[in-house]
């Protein structure tokens, strides 16, 4: 099998790019997984020109859209994220990845669960970050998590897994073997991912 090769949230590997200019190291990511795959490290804000340190952002529901607006200042960089992220995950579905792991709850990161905020004063947990929606939407069979959910044994052998699959699929694509038994595979652990996260979300 060759290389298996993983999108990553850059902060997550310890890179300085936060807002406040900290970083949110993992080391299960760095230390165990990471001597297993090639890291593809990203970060949406940075790379969009926000700079490091910067004013924090939030998700802001207007009307039937959710657009992302520093906190202190209101400015809206909605749409220059958006844009920017259609090219970045344009060019990411050239460079064969495996997989991603994104930063949880982040505004342009986040999987699932973001924070947004209503005109009335409402807080709800339904967001999802704008890079983080542009990449599923164009690669809707990769491998995605987020890296809390990767503390959990469970979460983390099926996102493995899912690695291993998607890697050994594409291997046997490009080599003209037959790929039944492979596509069965990972279409059930892509079953079996959606069925524990309709088991998380109804908390059972």
């Not at 947990?125 to 809390?148: K, N, S, T, Y």
Request: proline share 3%; net charge neutral; charged share 25%.
């Amino acid at each position: 099998m060759s290389q298996i090769r993983v999108g990553i949230s850059a902060c997550l590997l310890g890179q300085e790019v936060r807002f406040d200019g900290g970083h949110k190291r993992d080391s299960f990511l760095t230390e165990e997984l990471g001597k297993h795959v090639e890291w593809v490290a990203v970060c949406p804000e940075v790379e969009v020109g926000m700079g490091t340190p910067r004013e924090a952002v939030r998700l802001v529901r207007d009307r039937d859209r959710t657009r992302m607006i520093t906190i202190q200042t209101g400015i809206d960089y909605t749409d220059r994220m958006n844009h920017w992220a259609d090219r970045r995950v344009a060019a990411l579905a050239c460079e064969d990845l495996d997989g991603y792991v994104l930063k949880s709850h982040s505004p342009s990161c986040g999987m699932l669960d973001v924070k947004v905020f209503h005109d009335n004063g409402r807080v709800s947990h339904d967001g999802q970050g704008l890079f983080a929606a542009a990449l599923m939407e164009r690669m809707p069979l990769l491998p995605v998590e987020e890296e809390g959910r990767l503390n959990d044994p469970r979460w983390r052998e099926n996102f493995i897994a899912r690695l291993i699959a998607y890697r050994q699929l594409k291997d046997q694509v490009r080599g003209g073997q037959a790929i039944g038994p492979i596509v069965a595979f990972h279409i059930y652990l892509q079953l079996e991912l959606q069925l524990r996260e309709m088991m998380l979300r109804n908390h059972v």
